[in-house]
Nanobody, 115 residues
Framework: QVQLVESGGGLVQAGGSLSLSCAAS????????LGWYRQAPGKQRELVAA???????NYADSVKGRFTISRPNAKNTVYLQMNSLKPEDTAVYYC?????????WGQGTQVTVSS
C-alpha cells in the first residue's frame, strides 16, 4: 500500500507564493516519476510539473518560470514552489507517484488565488 500525504495549500493573493509538499510512504515500487497535477472546477486534471528518476523535469507551459518542482536527494518527497501566483492557478493540486504499471494519487490540497 502506497500513501501520499500532501500539505501546504491555502489561500493567497495574486502575486503571492505557496509551497506544496508530498511525502510518499508504504510499500513503494520502483518510481518512474513524482509530480503534481491540478484540477480546476469544470476542467480536466492537468499536469503541472513532474520529475523523473533521472531528474528530467517537465512543466506545463502555463507555469514555466513561476513554479519549481524539486525532489531533494531523490528521496520519496516532492515539493512544488509556486511563485507569482495567478487567479487561474486556483485548483485542487494532486500529488502523483508514477510507476511502470500504476499511478498513485494523493488526496489533493486546495490552492486558491484571489485577485
Amino acid at each position: 500500500q502506497v500513501q501520499l500525504v500532501e500539505s501546504g495549500g491555502g489561500l493567497v493573493q495574486a502575486g503571492g507564493s505557496l509551497s506544496l509538499s508530498c511525502a510518499a510512504s508504504g510499500s513503494i515500487p520502483s518510481i518512474y516519476a513524482l509530480g503534481w497535477y491540478r484540477q480546476a472546477p469544470g476542467k480536466q486534471r492537468e499536469l503541472v510539473a513532474a520529475i523523473t528518476t533521472d531528474a528530467t523535469i517537465n512543466y506545463a507551459d502555463s507555469v514555466k518560470g513561476r513554479f519549481t518542482i524539486s525532489r531533494p536527494n531523490a528521496k520519496n518527497t516532492v515539493y512544488l514552489q509556486m511563485n507569482s501566483l495567478k487567479p487561474e492557478d486556483t485548483a485542487v493540486y494532486y500529488c502523483n507517484l508514477g510507476t511502470r504499471y500504476v499511478d498513485y494519487w494523493g488526496q489533493g490540497t486546495q490552492v486558491t488565488v484571489s485577485s
